[in-house]
């Protein structure tokens, strides 16, 4: 219901900016700046769409059955994915996003999608947690099976604040805590996994997901 009731201005926005082309088709085509400005209302709609479709893409997969998909998969693709995912957010923060997958041959048993989700999630917090203009990183290790850390350029957290990343939202709390944390440790413990949120000795913070040789 929310997302819908976002949709709607959304829709109304974009209707009404196609009446000011249709309308003002010379003025824009000589107005340089009212052209870069409807231009620009432009792209920050298709941000917003995009992200839209993603919070609906998580809800039906965090609806579904738990029963997983698992199969060998590119630890490089899967990355790629998430980043793509990501996109707008990380382009609105004006963040950047390294990838270190080390061997990009590469590959873990999983559910594909589910895993995206869930490592998008993380970004997603890291990307929040850092300051805009700053760089999140993505790195996977392998080891008996593969861990996914995130580390973010933001401040440390407390015990207190890392707990609340993965709490569930009070029934009369007025906004609800960083979207996607604790579904991700859930998807990531349905591989037989872990999702942890450490503080990082050097600055920051790690969130880490680690999933076993044989998932489930």
Do not use: W
């Amino acid at each position: 219901i929310v997302l819908n009731d976002v949709h709607r201005p959304l829709h109304e926005i974009s209707f009404n900016v196609d009446v000011i082309e249709r309308g003002a088709g010379d003025i824009l085509r000589t107005n340089a700046p009212l052209r870069e400005a409807v231009d620009d209302i432009r792209q920050a709609l298709a941000r917003v769409s995009a992200l839209l479709s993603a919070l609906t893409e998580f809800g039906h997969v965090v609806g579904a059955q738990t029963t997983l998909d698992v199969r060998s998969h590119s630890v490089s693709t899967m990355t790629t994915v998430v980043v793509n995912a990501v996109r707008p957010l990380v382009y609105a923060r004006k963040a950047r996003v390294v990838v270190d997958v080390g061997d990009v041959g590469q590959r873990v048993r999983c559910d594909r999608g589910r895993m995206v989700l869930a490592l998008a999630a993380l970004v997603v917090e890291a990307v929040r947690q850092t300051p805009a203009g700053g760089c999140v990183r993505l790195s996977v290790t392998h080891a008996a099976g593969a861990c996914f850390t995130v580390k973010t350029e933001g401040p440390r957290l407390d015990a207190e604040q890392v707990a609340s990343l993965f709490a569930a939202p009070a029934q009369d709390q007025g906004a609800a805590p960083p979207f996607g944390m604790r579904t991700a440790r859930r998807m990531v413990e349905l591989h037989g996994g872990t999702l942890t949120a450490c503080p990082d000795p050097s600055g920051g913070m790690l969130f880490r997901a680690a999933l076993p040789a044989s998932p489930g």
